[in-house]
């Protein structure tokens, strides 16, 4: 495989000069929801069917052969992960939703046994934003034009964030794995000295930016 469509044995080496970022694009699941979880399955119970639900397991069987496939490493391995605020108690987030059989975190535990660090990736702020604007969405049953538009500015911000927060963090030489939902588009925010590398293939939502 080339580079950017990535491979199932990619061997990691220290590089002093630059950084190096793994994108995972992820599929949310109702595992990964926290309180909002009953309202997605209430939704979409009639909706739910095998083939669905198979095709979300085998895309997460292979982002875990090739999240994996990274370890072990000689560098410092930093792990960025959608939703997951920046606060005091990252690991239990994890933990609680790992217990809660959430595949994304899983991963990332497993991740974590072998070395790899956590870190606080997103704005407590903006997620509260977010979530009080989806429950709301969710019990009017639906989505108005302003509803929209709001939930789109606080996804870019979030980008801006996750994106900044990776800058400032991932130092030289380090490496990044970073867990994103497909919507999210952060490349055109990172630093120019971050090396990007797609494992499972580049979302369609960052397509036409340029890095």
Same mark, same amino acid.
């Given at each position: #495989? ?30 990964? #929801? ?6 997605? @399955? ?31 490493? @000689? ?43 956590? #870190? ?14 989806? @429950? ?20 870019? @911000? ?54």
């Amino acid at each position: #495989m080339s580079e950017e469509n990535g491979s199932a044995s990619l061997e990691i080496r220290p590089q002093a000069q630059n950084r190096r970022l793994f994108y995972f694009p992820i599929v949310h699941t109702v595992q990964d #929801m926290g309180s909002l979880a009953s309202h997605v @399955k209430e939704k979409h119970k009639s909706k739910d069917n095998h083939t669905h639900i198979a095709s979300i397991a085998r895309f997460w069987d292979l982002v875990e052969e090739e999240a994996l496939s990274l370890l072990p490493c @000689k560098s410092t391995v930093r792990i960025y992960q959608d939703a997951l605020p920046i606060c005091d108690h990252e690991l239990q987030i994890v933990s609680d939703l790992v217990k809660q059989g959430s595949r994304n975190h899983a991963i990332v535990q497993h991740l974590m046994d072998n070395g790899a660090q956590v #870190m606080g990736t997103e704005s407590p702020d903006l997620l509260l934003e977010e979530y009080h604007l989806a @429950k709301r969405v969710m019990e009017q049953g639906g989505q108005s034009i302003a509803d929209g538009k709001a939930a789109a500015e606080i996804l870019r @911000k979030r980008d801006q964030f996750v994106a900044e927060r990776i800058n400032n963090t991932l130092a030289t030489g380090e490496v990044g794995i970073v867990f994103l939902g497909m919507m999210h588009c952060i490349e055109a925010e990172l630093s120019s000295d971050i090396e990007i590398i797609y494992p499972i293939g580049r979302p369609e939502a960052s397509q036409g930016t340029a890095k």
